[in-house]
C-alpha cells in the first residue's frame, strides 16, 4: 500500500516563508514525478511546481521567482520552499506523486493536503 503525507503547512504573515514536505512511503521502486497543486476555497486546483526524477522543474507563473522545489529519490521525499508569501497563496496544497513504479504497476497518489493561511 502506498500513503503520501504532507506536512508544514499553517498559518504564516504575510511577507513570509514556509516549507512544504511530503513523504511517499510504501513499496516503491521509483517516483516519475512529484508535484505540488493547490485549491483555494472556490477555484480550481492548480499546479504549483513540479519535479521529475531527474530534476527538471516546473513553476506556476504565480509562484515563480519566489518558490523552490527539491526532491530526494532515495527517500521518496519533496520538499517545497515558498517565500514572499501573498494572502493568494492561501489554499490547501496536495502532493501527487506521479509514476509510481512498484512491482506491478505503476500508478499515481494523492495526499490528503495540508492546508495554508497567509494572513496580512
Known amino acids: 500500500q502506498v500513503q503520501v503525507e504532507e506536512s508544514g503547512g499553517g498559518l504564516v504573515q504575510v511577507g513570509g516563508s514556509l516549507r512544504l514536505s511530503c513523504k511517499v512511503r510504501?513499496?516503491?521502486?521509483?517516483?516519475?514525478?512529484m508535484v505540488w497543486y493547490r485549491q483555494a476555497p472556490g477555484k480550481l486546483r492548480e499546479l504549483v511546481a513540479s519535479?521529475?526524477?531527474?530534476?527538471?522543474?516546473t513553476y506556476a507563473d504565480s509562484v515563480k521567482g519566489r518558490s523552490t522545489i527539491s526532491r530526494d529519490n532515495s527517500k521518496h521525499t519533496m520538499d517545497l520552499r515558498m517565500d514572499s508569501l501573498k494572502t493568494e497563496d492561501t489554499a490547501v496544497y496536495y502532493c501527487?506523486?506521479?509514476?509510481?513504479?512498484?512491482?506491478?504497476?505503476?500508478?499515481?497518489?494523492w495526499g490528503q493536503g495540508t492546508q495554508v493561511t497567509v494572513s496580512s
Open positions: 501527487n506523486a506521479a509514476g509510481v513504479r512498484r512491482t506491478w504497476s505503476v500508478s499515481d497518489y
Open positions: 510504501g513499496n516503491i521502486f521509483s517516483i516519475e514525478t
Open positions: 519535479i521529475t526524477s531527474g530534476g527538471t522543474t
